[in-house]
């Protein structure tokens, strides 16, 4: 992993705000993901066989969504309805009705929802939103309310309502104009190096990257903090004596 000496020092008294990315920061994204898809196959077991027996092909389903990301690139910001296309594709081709696409696709968005937190995020959320206001910035679907995780967020930001996502600086700028500060007065954290660290940073913010396993740094804006965990991030932003 690339040291943190490397990095701009970070500036904490600088800091009056702070967003956050969510999937993958907050909770693993791929267990709630794969939850979800299960769910979903049960779905289509239930009102779709034909359609659900298809997806059980190896290969099948990452078809049809390559597809759809080819045939509507006009939606590549939007992964609910590229998720919603994609199951729509399959019925079609399935020869079932396409209209069951929307409450194959809203049992998919229900579950999720249901992520279960890395254990520094609550301790964590609680820590920051005492001292900073929060604001959420996702390329993905999840919803900061039906996560769970609503009340310590001023707002959030989705690719997917805001037009464009991470890490074009728009939507990075209109987080920190929402709770009225500059770029850069915002602390930026998430463990995506491009979109979350190199988007901030491009946008005018401070970056934290947040790395739960081994990654190497390989690009060459550098982030101002490199953390493990949020307990760490917490750390990092404790005032020190005077």
């Known amino acids: 992993m690339t040291s943190a000496a490397l990095a701009p020092p970070l500036d904490v008294k600088r800091i009056a705000g702070i967003t956050l990315d969510l999937d993958d920061t907050l909770w693993p994204i791929w267990p709630t993901i794969e939850y ?17 027996a298809m997806l059980l092909t190896p290969g099948v389903m990452r078809e049809l969504r390559e597809a759809t990301e080819k045939e509507r690139s006009d939606l590549a910001h939007d992964m609910s309805l590229m998720r919603l296309e994609s199951i729509r594709a399959a019925l079609k081709r399935a020869g079932e009705d396409p209209a069951l696409a929307e409450p194959a696709f809203d049992a998919f968005f229900a579950a999720r929802q ?24 996702s390329n993905g679907n999840a919803d900061i309310h039906l ?67 081994e990654r190497p740094w390989v690009h060459g804006m550098h982030p101002h903090l490199i953390v493990p965990n949020l307990q760490a991030l917490c750390a990092a932003l404790e005032p020190g004596p005077n």
């Open 147 to 213: 996560t769970g995780v609503g009340r310590w967020f001023r707002t959030a930001f989705s690719a997917r309502s805001f037009g464009s996502g991470k890490p074009q600086a728009p939507i990075f700028r209109a987080a920190a104009a929402s709770i009225g500060l500059l770029p850069r007065d915002i602390l930026h954290v998430g463990d995506d190096a491009e979109l979350d660290v190199v988007g901030a940073l491009n946008a005018g913010m401070q970056a934290a990257w947040l790395v739960r396993d």
């Open 114 to 137: 249901r992520v279960k937190l890395y254990d520094d995020a609550l301790p964590a959320l609680r820590w920051l939103s005492e001292r900073y206001p929060l604001v959420a910035i």
């Open 36 to 52: 979800a898809e299960r769910t979903l196959h049960k779905w289509l077991e239930a009102e779709a066989p034909k359609t659900a």
